[in-house]
């Protein structure tokens, strides 16, 4: 079946148009990293934690993203989230997880210290009629990938609540509006004491994941990290 699809669909990279693959290697070392920032200033921080002074109670304790949203990774995110081109989520977890064993970020070490014990993967979520629409949540798919991936436990335990509009091409304060209170935890879920890989695909200004981390934090979460691909 895989090899008939092969045949049909050829994979291409998205980056150079090569066949036979998703993300050739040249353009994966492409990839610009972006400087590692408080989540909350947006200032730079070491390991992108959220620097002491900025903390609050209900907020983020850091972020981390793979890279810049631009060039290869920007097209191989679009693709994976408007074309439907599932399989450049793994691809996209392979190249996170190679990234993370070569640099051991700080949010990494933070996990092993426990073994992985405590840490849930959570992705942010699709409003049904988006996701029913879309066929698929990007940042769920990928958030499942890399739990498997970091021996990690992954639910699906935030919910949409309301209907939202895009945040693309709103200002910040429009974004932050256009989210409050749109998420809510479902009861079938306990994350009280638990810490959290928040996971979503582009982080701009942060309102959504800050808006889940409040949402999380107030069911009892005691940390919550901001994982993305791009920013």
Known sequence: MNLLLDLLFPKKCVGCGKFDTHFCQDCVSNILQADLVCPSCEKLAIGGQTHP?????????GLWSLGIYRGSLREAIKQLKYSRVQGL??????????????????V????????????????????????????FNQSS???QMLSKKLGLDYCDSLKRIRYTSSQVGLKRGDRKNNVRDAFSLNTKYSIHNTNVLLIDDVWTTGSTLKECCYALKRAGAKKVWALTLAK
């Not at 002074?53 to 304790?61: A, E, Q, S």
Request: net charge positive; proline share 5%.
């Open 53 to 61: 002074i900025c903390k609050k109670r209900f907020g983020l304790d």
């Open 141 to 143: 798919l990928f958030g």
């Open 108 to 135: 990494l070490e933070q996990i092993k210290r426990n073994r992985g014990e405590g840490w849930v993967v959570i992705p942010v979520p699709l409003h049904w009629w988006r996701a029913n629409n879309r066929g």
């Open 89 to 106: 989520a793994e691809t996209l977890v392979d190249i996170l997880v190679e990234y993370w064993a070569k640099y051991q970020p700080f």
